[in-house]
């Protein structure tokens, strides 16, 4: 069984679900809470660009390596906020993408 198929259709859904206004706000949100840590953390803690990127998607993702940690006090009262902020944020964005696209598999567009 190929696997085309199913590429096929996600993308469908991922298409039908960006041109909901409410997916691309949530979207552009989470994309904006992500580079403004990004930036925080490469600025405050002094990581490199790559390892401010990881460390504010793992976090907003709720992963949770283990392997970086913000050592100033701003950088975990930064990070305390941030988590609260960005689960709630990031759960949205995926539950309205999720739901776009469970839809489209549906015949639901």
Known sequence: MSAFPHFRQLFRGLRTAFRQPE????????????????????VWEGWSLLDSLCFSVVTIATVGYGDLAP???????????????????????????????????????
């Open 23 to 42: 997916v691309r706000a949530l979207a552009m949100l989470a994309g904006a809470l992500i580079a403004f840590a990004t930036v925080f953390y490469r």
């Open 71 to 109: 050592k100033t006090a701003l950088g975990k009262i930064f990070t305390i906020g941030y988590i609260f902020a960005g689960i709630g944020i990031f759960v949205s964005a995926a539950t309205a993408i999720a739901q776009a696209v469970i839809g489209t598999r549906d015949g639901k567009e």
